[in-house]
């Protein structure tokens, strides 16, 4: 269940995927850093609870925004926290709506609630909503995601929560028709309107369609697939590829990541060769610090221009050479 009114998803969303140690956080971070060089008001957002943003930009990060270099700044999501808040939420609706069940009753509940599958991802839904609420206003969002089950299970979230609710919807009104017949007493339409558990429903159900429409928003949201060219990690990209078309979500694009002489020009699966591709070499220096990372853009100015000009496209001056970036 979610919480809170509707969103507003002006920024452009950018979410990096992959399989774990494929590059997710260090292509976010070059991506993040690159857009703020050129001048967009850029956000990085570590969605993994295995942070690594703060590492690679060498500075403290929390679940508050703070300033990596003019334009940026990151985020790294306390899952913990949100896990505990949609525990909370969830314990006073059940006591808001079910006024009558006793104090024990209830503890029952929360008992069974607390360990239950798929909190996770309720609780990075629950981040990622309160992220475009807060910062609608900022040009672009990058999104570095947790490795591939987890955030599968993310862009699963609002289209499977939908057929739950639905069926709710359809139960509840299932109990109130009985209501009625044991009763004797007909339920006039506004009555059921006013009924709390039919109206929670329908505010579950509106979250989770704008969070779909959100997440198939061709427009406003883009998905990075991060992959190596090994043969591992190319055959759990596929898997991803297919996992996301199957709930209508496009890859945009594939970042192909440590590329070296060696393992460069092997042929990918057909199935990306229709996605757009940035090939990102093997560096010889760590990929740390805001130095290194600039280093590295450097030379690569044109080809994350061509594959970021989407998230610009009211900012004409983003193919804008590196000499003329702000200190
Ligand atoms: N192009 C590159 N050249 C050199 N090293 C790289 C490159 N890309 C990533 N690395 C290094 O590979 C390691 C894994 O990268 P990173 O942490 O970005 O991957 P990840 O997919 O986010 O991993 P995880 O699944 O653990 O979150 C890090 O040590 C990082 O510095
Ligand atoms: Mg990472």
New binding site residues.
Partial sequence: MCNGAVMDAKAKNIFFL?K????????AALTALFLARRGLRTLVVSL?P?H?QAD?FETRLSDKPHRIVPGLRGIEVDQAYWIRRYLKDIQRQIQHTYTYLTAFNLEKYFKVIKYSPGLEEYALILAYQEILRRYADHDVLIF?M??TALSLKFFNLPRLSLIWVEHLLALRREIIKKRELITKIKLVKREIEQDKIVNHIHTSMREYQTLKHIFEDHDNTRIYL?LNPDPLSRAESLRILNGLEEINIPVNRIVL??VTPENDGKPLDPAFSRIPQMT????TT???GVDNLDRYLASREEMFARHLTFAAAHRPHLGRPVAARQP
């Fill in positions: 992959g774990g140690g494929v590059g997710k956080s260090t292509s993994d295995a690594n690679i570095d947790a490795p991060v990541n440590k990102l070499s093997l560096s760590a990929l740390i």
